[in-house]
């Protein structure tokens, strides 16, 4: 190896060494900077739980170590600085969310694997009429994605429809070239509108039910623990339905407009769906299984809007239909189960399970030692009623970009439930707003869902900033001001 190459390596190695020195100290510099400021009202043991959140904020956003190890800090740092002992912060982590998101979890990874969701995406799109123009196949794309990730996690949605509508928009483009008689012909703006068609519509799609995302589980638990308010699945997604509706067009208009599909007309694009619909053949026994469960968990969750059934709530559905996956043979003879133990190893999204539960829990611990009161009464002087929607609305899709949604929903559902509550606004409407804009789109390191669009390689960063930030703005409009009529007009959410 030359010299040149090897003096490169080592420089690139010593600017990854000072990369993550860095973002190991920013937590400490976090917490020793919030420590050092005379916080007046708030009791030691409550300053040194805030200095903590603190750090691991830092650390949520700079992620040197899992995010799922950082959410486990204050085990450490709380019994270290007498804020609460062990015994205590480890009840914290009790969280009825955890089972919730593993059950969501792993029915979405039996979905994506026996293949009933390619199924599904490709039957909508082999119906006569749908994609015969490349914005019509744009607006198509979309729209499947949103119904794949209201029943799936989004990321995992992206990652089911990316090769679809790859796929599709790359027929597109040759058979417009064939019927046009024009060879060689390119498709940038078609390629790129596919791609981030699935990533907009997941994010749309995400809002439709609790198991589209996972901070809506999150930001449905804080609502509850925090401000007595209840949401069952029929009201979540009452709202969601209708809010996932009101943004498709939103995205859609936003590619169309700025990156408008070069294929004005697709021939044998029916043909072409159906012979892709004939390859999967029949439904095998793994998809009859995982559409048996789905079937049953639907009812499930919206049973108790018909009959009064006392345990039958949210969270009870997703372990039912978890356990009857692991039950529901494939194969009796060999005893290949819908889902097996490798499964359950590799079909949860460990780090962001425990990301949603130590948030949960982190916010727990800042009521109980007083800190969230602190924080209404340091807040609420700024902000009233009327202004609190749209506060959120803003902030909410700007820390998104900087860390996770899924912490953005934990920090901001913390500090502003809270809040709407002392200033009697409805709590809920905020609920709806943190979930419907903490899905970041506008930067590859956003998300999975963000990262595994752009790893498709269809698009620049330059070109993904361009569009998302325009598509964030107008989404954020949109669902933030349907959001404050939608909740209290259909009496979404209600206070036990």
């Not at 009464?377 to 202004?387: P, Q, R």
Request: charged content about 10%; proline content about 6%; hydrophobic content about 55%.
């Amino acid at each position: 190896m030359s010299q040149p190459q090897i003096q490169f390596k080592s420089e690139v190695s010593a600017k990854k060494a000072y990369n993550l020195i860095f973002r190991i100290i920013i937590g400490p510099l976090c917490f020793f900077i919030v420590q050092a400021i005379p916080l007046a009202g708030l009791e030691p043991k409550a300053h040194f739980a805030l200095s903590c959140y603190a750090w691991i904020l830092a650390w949520w956003a700079t992620m040197p170590i899992p995010w799922a190890v950082t959410g486990l800090l204050p085990l450490i740092l709380f019994p270290l600085g007498g804020a609460m002992p062990i015994k205590e912060v480890a009840l914290l982590y009790g969280q009825r969310v955890f089972f919730f998101l593993l059950g969501v979890m792993l029915f979405g990874h039996a979905f994506r694997k026996h293949g009933l969701a390619r199924r599904m995406a490709v039957s909508v799109l082999s119906i006569p009429g749908i994609a015969t123009s490349g914005t019509r196949l744009v607006l198509v794309i979309v729209i499947v994605s949103a119904i794949v990730s209201a029943m799936v996690d989004d990321a995992a949605s992206v990652a089911i429809m990316i090769p679809i509508a790859l796929s599709v928009a790359k027929f597109a483009g040759d058979s417009y070239a064939k019927s046009s008689r024009i060879s060689g012909i390119s498709t940038p703006n078609l390629m790129t509108a596919s791609c981030l068609g699935v990533l907009y519509g997941s994010a749309a799609g995400g809002m439709a039910t609790p198991a589209g995302v996972p901070f809506n589980p999150l930001a449905i638990s804080l609502l509850n623990e925090l401000t007595g308010y209840h949401v069952s699945f029929a009201q979540w997604t009452l709202t969601g339905i209708i809010l996932m509706i009101a943004t498709i067009p939103v995205y859609y208009l936003v590619l169309k407009y700025m990156s408008p599909p070069e294929v004005q007309s697709i021939a044998e694009g029916a043909e072409y769906f159906n012979e892709e619909k004939k390859k999967l053949g029949q439904l095998s026994q793994g998809e009859k299984n995982v559409l048996f469960v789905l079937i049953v968990m639907v009812v499930l969750w919206f049973l108790p809007g018909f009959v009064n059934i006392s345990f039958l709530d949210i969270w009870y559905v997703p372990p039912v239909g978890m356990l009857i996956l692991f039950l529901l043979p494939v194969n009796a003879q060999t005893g290949e189960m819908t889902l097996s133990s490798k499964d359950f190893q590799e079909g949860v999204l460990w780090n962001v399970l425990f990301l949603v539960v130590s948030g949960t829990a982190l916010a727990s611990g800042l009521v109980q030692l007083g800190i969230t009161e602190w924080l209404e009464v340091i807040i609420t002087g700024g902000l009233s009623a009327s202004i609190l929607p749209w506060f959120a609305g803003i902030i909410t899709p700007i820390l998104s970009h900087l860390t996770s949604g899924t912490a953005t929903t934990s920090m901001v559902s913390t500090i502003l439930f809270p809040i709407a509550n002392n200033l009697g606004y409805n709590p809920a409407i905020l609920a709806r707003i943190i979930t419907g804009t903490a899905l970041a789109v506008s930067f590859p390191w956003a998300g999975a869902a963000a990262g595994t669009a752009f790893s498709s390689g269809t698009f620049s960063f330059g070109t993904m900033f361009r569009i998302g930030v325009v598509a964030t703005f107008f989404t954020m409009i949109v669902v933030t001001l349907l959001s404050i009529i939608l909740v209290p007009a259909l009496g979404a959410f209600s206070l036990i």
